[in-house]
């Protein structure tokens, strides 16, 4: 089982320096994974009010590449309409170079509509955001074939040459994690395209197993083999009612495992205090590693 790390909050005095600490404990503890939000408005729920502080995904990642040397590194997951595909593609390469190979490419169909109108981003309906993402997907996917640096013509991107140098050090390319869990759409894209899945925890064992049921057949109708895609799950630990001891996490780690899910990426309030970090190190990694 491998163990990540997803940071949602920066109201800290030392941005800078907190995040830097809240990195290097995290590799050095033993932590798989990396992962921001892509949001540019705090949530305005359970994370906190819309007001507090947000930093840009990809910028702070590239920050904490600098920082790094073995954690791997995503978005979870970039929202479609805030970054033309080409201009995705070459983000994610940059920050795959430069990190020398350990970039996720994530991405989803984005749906906080107060920070895309917010800030002039477009926000239109669901079902075009959909065929956004799908086109998106299918535009990294042809920029990261060396092979091919054609023209694409799409409904909502239209590209006169998909050239990308370099190219990634990942092969054949970052891996694609679709975020997630819709039937019809989303689990049939992360079939099609994708290389990895993100589900949300919450939901529990039972419906986890449903959803990657649901996964499976859709990979058996166009012929994929189903184990060759990463299994995540996201959540929240060390909080009131969200597996509040290393007990119960290491417990719930042993679930997923059975259900065949080897990347828990979780989120953890007070991270900025190196303590749960530390929990996670001392009483959680090294007790799930082998499962």
């Not at 059975?258 to 991270?271: L, Q, S, T």
Request: aromatic fraction near 10%; charged fraction near 20%; include cysteine.
């Amino acid at each position: 089982m491998r163990i990540g790390l997803q940071l949602p909050y920066f109201n800290y005095p030392d941005v800078p320096g907190t995040v830097a600490r809240i990195t290097k404990t995290a590799e050095e503890g033993g932590f798989y994974s990396m992962w921001m939000m892509d949001h540019f408005f705090q949530l305005g729920d359970s994370t906190g009010p819309v007001e507090d502080p947000m930093l840009e995904a990809y910028t702070t990642l590239g920050y904490i590449a600098a920082l790094t040397e073995k954690m791997k590194l995503g978005v979870l997951v970039t929202g479609v309409i805030f970054r033309e595909p080409g201009l995705l593609a070459k983000i994610i390469t940059t920050l795959d170079v430069l990190s020398n190979g350990r970039a996720y490419c994530g991405i989803g169909a984005a749906w906080f509509e107060r920070e895309a109108l917010g800030l002039g981003f477009p926000f239109p309906p669901l079902k075009d955001r959909f065929e956004m993402l799908e086109e998106t997907l299918q535009i990294v996917r042809q920029m990261w074939d060396e092979g091919n640096n054609g023209a694409y013509q799409g409904k909502h991107y239209q590209l006169q040459e998909t050239l990308n140098h370099p190219q990634p050090i990942s092969q054949p390319h970052p891996p694609i994690m679709i975020g997630g869990m819709g039937e019809k759409k989303t689990l049939r894209y992360v079939a099609q395209y994708g290389d990895v899945c993100n589900l949300f925890f919450y939901i529990g064992i039972d419906r986890l197993k449903h959803k990657l049921s649901v996964l499976e057949k859709h990979c058996k109708a166009i012929g994929r083999n189903y184990d060759d895609i990463e299994k995540t799950v996201l959540g929240q630990t060390l909080a009131p009612g969200e597996l509040e001891s290393p007990e119960k996490v290491v417990e719930f780690c042993v679930q997923l495992a059975k259900i065949g899910v080897p990347h828990a990426i979780f989120e953890m309030p007070d991270a900025q205090t190196m303590k749960p970090l530390e929990i996670f190190a001392e009483k959680i990694i090294s007790k799930v590693a082998d499962l």
